[in-house]
């Protein structure tokens, strides 16, 4: 696609463009492309995202786009799209939006009947999930926690009763604090994978148990610069826990009762799931 072309497909669109989280040759073709057909860039750091470009060999107008000023700015933009100008929306590293600003600014477009497209690319999230060693269908992805108080603890308790992946991003002063909350919640044996400096020359992933792993923190035993990735492995859950249970009371009640009496009392003395109860009780029947 010639530069030309390019503008003409962009014009008056927001971008939303993935960078690189460390390896600047992770950057895409597609993403170089839009990079240099748009009007101007919106970046979290205007100094950082200069130095991508510098390193692309492109000048480009940047402009400050983050959670300090994102209110006033969106507008600013938004006005800049109605014009029919084209901006691409970047952070520091990897894809806007997750845990960086831009959120709001999307959402503002959207409602202005902008168009808004994504340009695929890094993220610390995926990046960590391929090769933290674990696997399962479902992931939460926790972000940055508050630093402290009641919403802090209400995440981590919430995240420990949860089966899928817990994934937490984490700065190196605050980590050692973290794995500590973790562990006193998760339990020290709950399996964890440590992604540091991801796509960076010091990269490690260390695959532990958040008792193991905060003992080396706290040891001195392991070298806490950088930038965290924390996913921690979900509760083990066997797939049919509590069916013999549910399938057992509801073969007395349901010779006794109708279904949906037998259903109600099923669930009141098991603690399962309505849903569940109600699907074991129409199989017993068909039986």
């Given at each position: 696609m010639?530069?030309?072309?390019c503008?003409?497909?962009i014009?008056?669109?927001?971008?939303?463009?993935g960078?690189?989280?460390g390896n600047?040759?992770?950057?895409?073709r597609?993403a170089?492309?839009?990079?240099t057909?748009v009007?101007?860039?919106?970046?979290?750091d205007?100094r950082?995202?200069q130095k991508l470009?510098s390193?692309?060999?492109?000048?480009?107008?940047i402009i400050a786009?983050?959670?300090?000023?994102?209110q006033?700015s969106?507008q600013?933009?938004?006005?800049?799209?109605?014009e029919g100008?084209s901006?691409a929306?970047?952070?520091d590293?990897g894809?806007?939006?997750?845990?960086d600003?831009?959120?709001?600014?999307?959402s503002?477009a959207?409602?202005?009947?902008?168009?808004?497209?994504?340009i695929?690319?890094?993220s610390?999230?995926?990046?960590?999930?391929?090769?933290c060693?674990?696997y399962?269908?479902?992931?939460?992805?926790?972000?940055?926690l508050?630093?402290?108080?009641?919403?802090?603890?209400?995440?981590?308790?919430?995240?420990a009763r949860?089966?899928?992946l817990?994934v937490?991003?984490?700065a190196?002063h605050r980590?050692?604090?973290?794995v500590?909350?973790?562990?006193?919640v998760f339990?020290?044996?709950?399996?964890?994978a440590?992604?540091?400096e991801?796509?960076?020359?010091?990269?490690?992933?260390?695959?532990?148990?958040l008792?193991?792993?905060y003992?080396?923190?706290d040891?001195?035993?392991f070298?806490?610069?950088?930038?965290?990735?924390i996913?921690?492995?979900?509760?083990?859950?066997?797939?049919?826990?509590?069916?013999?249970?549910?399938?057992?009371?509801l073969?007395?009640?349901?010779?006794?009762?109708?279904?949906?009496?037998?259903?109600?009392?099923?669930?009141?003395l098991?603690g399962k799931?309505?849903?569940?109860?109600?699907?074991?009780?129409?199989?017993i029947?068909?039986?």
């Open positions: 010639t530069h030309g072309a503008l003409n497909k014009k008056g669109s927001l971008y939303v463009v960078t690189p989280i600047l040759m992770d950057i895409s597609r170089i492309e839009i990079l057909s009007d101007l860039i919106a970046a979290e205007t950082v995202s470009l390193n692309i060999g492109l000048k480009k107008r786009h983050h959670r300090f000023n994102e006033g969106s600013g933009i938004i006005s800049l799209l109605k100008k901006v929306l970047v952070s590293s894809t806007p939006c997750l845990s600003p831009g959120a709001l600014l999307v503002e959207r409602k202005a009947k902008i168009n808004v497209l994504a695929p690319g890094p610390a999230l995926t990046a960590a999930l391929s090769v060693g674990f399962s269908k479902h992931m939460n992805f926790n972000g940055f508050p630093s402290r108080g009641a919403a802090r603890k209400m995440i981590i308790a919430q995240a949860q089966s899928g817990q937490f991003f984490e190196p980590l050692q604090t973290t500590k909350d973790l562990m006193e339990g020290t044996d709950r399996p964890v440590v992604c540091k991801l796509t960076k020359l010091f990269e490690r992933t260390i695959e532990s148990t008792g193991n792993f003992e080396l923190i040891k001195a035993k070298d806490m610069r950088g930038e965290f990735v996913v921690v492995k979900g509760l083990a859950i066997e797939p049919d826990s509590g069916d013999a249970e549910v399938k057992k009371v073969k007395v009640l349901l010779e006794e009762l109708a279904l949906k009496d037998a259903v109600r009392i099923a669930v009141q098991t799931s309505r849903k569940l109860v109600y699907g074991r009780a129409l199989e029947r068909e039986k």
